[in-house]
């Protein structure tokens, strides 16, 4: 991890902003930064965000992805791509990009409830 902002009392690492960046560059909806660290062993980040379209997600993920790599910082995996939900894990911190019906059908904010949820401002 690199460099890390306070947010509400919180440590947000630099490569959680650059997602967050990233996705309002290319206008993700309900855009959602999840901290982990207190409820999960293996994972500290969840970003998710709404793609209105197969184009947007396609996007979406495209705009992480090279934001990302700009910076140094390549995935581990990353699942679809799909026209309802791409995962890009980075280890430490994984964006699910996903189209309306497939968050609120998985409700991914509602299985992590208690994870905290940090407001990050898109630079």
């Known amino acids: 991890m690199s460099q890390s902002d306070v947010v509400n009392g919180t440590e947000v690492p630099e490569e959680v902003q650059l997602i967050v960046d990233a996705l309002d560059d290319k206008r993700a909806k309900d855009v959602v930064v999840l901290d982990l660290k207190e409820v999960s062993e293996s ?19 495209d705009g992480v992805r090279e934001r990302l790599k ?3 910082h390549v995935p581990r995996a ?11 894990d980075y280890g430490w911190v994984v964006a699910h990009l996903m189209s309306a019906e ?19 401002t898109p630079r």
């Open 43 to 61: 994972l500290d980040w969840f970003i998710v965000a709404t793609g209105e379209s197969s184009l947007q997600l396609k996007a979406l993920e």
């Open 70 to 72: 700009s910076e140094g």
């Open 78 to 88: 990353v699942e679809g791509p799909s026209t309802r939900w791409v995962l890009i």
């Open 102 to 120: 497939a968050r609120e059908f998985y409700d991914l904010e509602g299985l992590w409830a208690d994870a905290a949820r940090v407001g990050v």
